[in-house]
């Protein structure tokens, strides 16, 4: 995969043009389009990885790990999931279906409720 494929990979995902990609980085509109063809120069691809949150080792294809330290969980996060998985941990395949089902229902709820102040009750 070249390092245009990889930034349109990404692009996508993010559900960003390549075109819209560059406005964002006050970047020509063909620059990217460019390198099917050119390799970037590396203060361009810096600005891409960072718009991208990814690194200049993935689109260059040094590695086939887009994520960066910023998509780590954090310690709020990593919490959650211990408490998920230490729930969980002893269900079956069906049960854990359920679970995650109604745990994202619950997600629902709570989303709703966030967005209407007369429903909490102190």
């Known amino acids: 995969m070249t390092t245009f494929n990889r930034i349109q990979l990404l692009a996508k995902q993010q559900g960003k043009s390549l075109k819209q990609l560059a406005r964002e980085l006050n970047f020509g509109e063909s620059t990217i389009y460019k390198w099917k063809t050119q390799s970037p120069k590396m203060e361009y691809l810096i600005k891409v990885a960072e718009k991208l949150n990814t690194t200049t080792d993935f ?63 102190e």
């Open 59 to 121: 689109l260059l294809g040094k590695t086939d790990n887009p994520n960066t330290k910023e998509t780590l969980l954090n310690e709020e996060e990593n919490d959650l999931l211990a408490a998920f998985r230490l729930e969980s941990e002893d269900l079956t395949d069906e049960e854990k279906k359920k679970f995650n089902n109604s745990l994202k229902g619950m997600m629902k709820v709570a989303r709703g409720l966030l967005n209407d102040d007369s429903k909490w009750k």
